[in-house]
């Protein structure tokens, strides 16, 4: 028999030998339709949790590799050992990691999480402690995650190492240990990455075969190096990565985050801190000159620019501008197999998508894995009864399969597998999934009954009001305690409570609402979204910020989806956005730049388009789709000094016009 990887979704094959499009024979279950991976996955876990075929690892902190323009840069590379500790000279697989964090920190993690007891009882207890429908289930939700399997993607995995690779782990330059300049995702940066990838192909315990993996800025320079398709690339597994840096975190809806001064600041300070590994010899070889003398002529990267840009507006990079281009992933570049993960939350939530849309290749050969959650609880209860595989089970089995040739049947896993918000954990072939259509709800000024404690609460209906209204509304810090708190500190505010991930209805006491009416059945909802809106400020620049929302029949609002638009940035560029068939607007791509920005009239409704970040997500019965509307929300939505003045003393409304009407555009199965 035959599979194929465009079997429907939620069906699971009994066991049985089978011939797939991608590969020899293979035997066991069919994971297509089964987010735990079936039978295959329990396999790849047990590949991993069992003895392993070398019972050590061996790691040099002190490699250094000079790049073509004269940067020294230095790396840790972990290689499998005997049981005395002995090197084995066997050449095998690389797994390269670059990153920005500092080594130091990665081996302080290393050390942690393979401390003879402490180590085993840390994952212990992150899989068993369990907190959830109480004040402290954000906090381990977030503790899950070291039994989840992301930190052996991030940082050194010794039981990949031990199974038969070689992990290379390297400091970007201008960080860590590292000499040079750091560019943040630069152009030179990206040179560097495929210089390593040829370094270590040609290294004597490297078999000429090499993967790329890590999580959020190493995912990201994982899927710029893939890009330029280096000859010895084989594979790729990218945890959180990025492939449009500016829409969705650096400047989103054309307003700066709160999150990108802070992670700046963090890299910065971190780069600062020598690695400790070989301090003698750094200083005899004059490494330590060279580096404190690179420190000192970048003491704070891109502090100064963003704080110039933030204050006057005059840096291009406060815009969408080429910079940015320059460091945006070509994924539609990539040609080898390549893995994905990402949360309908994260930093990164555009992206979660849009990279497995971009990829052009057949997928099992690509896959797609998206979790209902932020950026720091990545793999949060993963390896659960059903839940997908663990991270590390995940990265190991794909890599035997692309770097190693063993046929495990990873590519039949997924290729879709999401948590659908709302729902449970489900594999399929696409997103959206089948058999949802584009769908119209228009913002209605008539009461719902289920936001009484909004500014104004209104209905979501499928006819235009047939009257002006004017809904007025004012910018408040109500978003502190929100969804987009949670979002723009990667998660971290999650330990603070339901108020920041579950329930919005605190931020909503200072919105617009307006809500459908219950549902008679469950309805998915999946895909791109976008929210036209007729607006007026009485001043020359208004901050706009959404969500969409399930409520519950007891009232408990869950925000499925956001997106914010400064009035000023509402140039639509036609040709990246996206429509449906009938021609609907379902995902808009504004210009961002300064040289498209639009003048914002005083009192007169202007329309603007906010994108909506793409979802999955299923309405239970009885529960209502909601659209909340905002003034602002701090500090999700940033606005620099200059804009900030233009719109001082203002005070927006929407526009309700049956000429002009405002609605959402979605995709639903079934009709809400």
């Given amino acids: 028999m035959t599979y194929r990887l465009d079997q429907p979704e939620q069906t699971v094959q009994p066991a049985r030998r089978r011939t797939g499009r991608l590969g020899a024979p293979h035997f066991g279950s069919l994971p297509l339709g089964d987010p735990t991976g079936g039978a295959d996955a329990i396999r790849w876990r047990e590949q991993v949790d069992r003895k392993s075929l070398y019972p050590r690892v061996a790691i040099q902190r002190d490699i250094v590799l000079t790049m073509s323009d004269g940067v020294r840069l230095r790396a840790t590379v972990v290689r499998p050992a005997n049981r005395f500790g002995q ?15 500092n080594r130091l920190a990665v081996d302080a993690l290393d050390h942690t999480l393979h401390a003879p007891l402490l180590g085993k009882a840390l994952r212990t207890a992150s899989a068993s402690i369990d907190a959830g429908g109480t004040g402290l289930e954000g906090l381990t939700t ?9 930190f052996d993607v991030f940082g050194i995995n010794r039981n990949l190492v ?20 750091w560019q943040i995702l630069g152009e030179r940066e990206q040179q560097d990455s495929v210089e390593i990838i040829d370094w270590t192909s040609e290294q004597d315990w490297c078999d000429g075969t090499v993967g790329l993996a890590g999580w959020s800025y190493s995912a990201i320079n994982s899927l710029q190096a893939a890009d330029k398709r280096p000859a010895a690339l084989k594979a790729v597994f990218a945890v959180e ?19 990108i001064p802070t992670w700046l600041s963090a890299v910065n300070l971190l780069k600062w801190v020598p690695n400790p590994s070989s301090p003698i010899r750094d200083l005899l070889r004059g490494d330590t000159a060279r580096w404190a003398r690179d420190r000192i002529k970048s003491p704070a990267t891109e502090i100064g620019s963003l704080l110039w840009g933030f204050l006057t507006a005059r840096d291009d990079r406060i815009f969408d501008d080429p910079y940015f281009d320059e460091r945006d992933p070509q994924v539609d570049r990539i040609e080898v197999p390549t893995f994905t993960v990402g949360a309908w939350h994260d930093l990164f939530g555009r992206s979660a998508t849009g990279i497995y849309e971009r990829l052009q290749m057949e997928p099992g050969r690509k896959q797609m894995l998206v979790g209902d959650g932020y950026h720091l609880d990545v793999g949060s209860g993963y390896g659960g009864k059903s839940s997908p595989p663990r991270l590390d089970v995940l990265e190991r089995a794909w890599f035997d399969r692309w770097l190693k040739g063993h046929r495990n049947g990873v590519e039949y896993y997924g290729p879709v597998t999401m948590l659908q918000q709302g729902g449970s954990w489900t594999s399929g072939h696409s997103f959206p999934r089948a058999g949802v259509r584009t769908q119209r709800l228009y913002l209605h000024n008539s009461p719902s009954g289920s936001a009484e404690h909004a500014v104004h609460d209104g209905t979501l209906s499928h006819e235009p009001v047939d009257h002006l209204t004017s809904l007025h509304v004012r910018a408040d810090i109500r978003g502190a305690m929100s969804r987009d708190m949670t979002q723009v500190t990667a998660g971290a505010a999650m330990a603070l409570g339901p108020t920041f ?7 909503e006491r200072g919105g617009l609402s307006f809500s459908t009416e219950p549902v008679a059945e469950p309805t998915t909802i999946s895909g791109p979204m976008n929210l036209r809106l007729n607006v007026a400020t009485t001043a020359h620049e208004a901050i706009w910020a959404v969500t969409v929302n399930d409520v519950a029949p007891d009232g408990t609002s869950t925000v499925l989806t956001n997106g914010a638009l400064s009035a000023s940035n509402r140039a639509l560029d036609e040709s990246k956005s996206t429509y449906a068939a009938d021609g609907s607007l379902l995902s808009a791509h504004h210009y961002l730049s300064y040289k498209r920005k639009l003048p914002v009239p005083a009192d007169e409704p202007v329309r603007i388009d906010v994108d909506l ?11 209502r789709l909601r659209v909340d509307v905002y003034a602002a929300s701090f500090p999700r939505y940033l606005t620099v000094v200059p804009d900030l003045i233009k719109a001082r003393g203002r005070r927006q409304r929407l526009v309700l016009d049956p000429r002009h009407p405002s609605y959402l555009t979605f995709c639903a199965g079934g009709q809400l």
């Fill in 87 to 101: 090197t084995v000279l066997t050449p095998y697989p690389a797994v390269i990691n670059i990153n920005p964090y």
């Fill in 142 to 150: 977030l503790t899950k995650t070291l039994s989840g399997g992301v």
């Fill in 162 to 181: 031990r199974s038969g690779y070689v992990q290379v782990i390297v400091d970007v330059r201008g960080t860590g240990a590292s000499q040079g300049k």
């Fill in 241 to 259: 990565g990025c492939d449009d840096i500016v829409r969705d975190i650096y400047i989103t809806g054309g307003m700066p985050s709160a999150f």
């Fill in 501 to 507: 991930t579950v329930d919005a209805r605190y931020q």
């Fill in 613 to 623: 970040v793409p979802t999955d997500a299923i309405l239970d019965t009885g529960h």
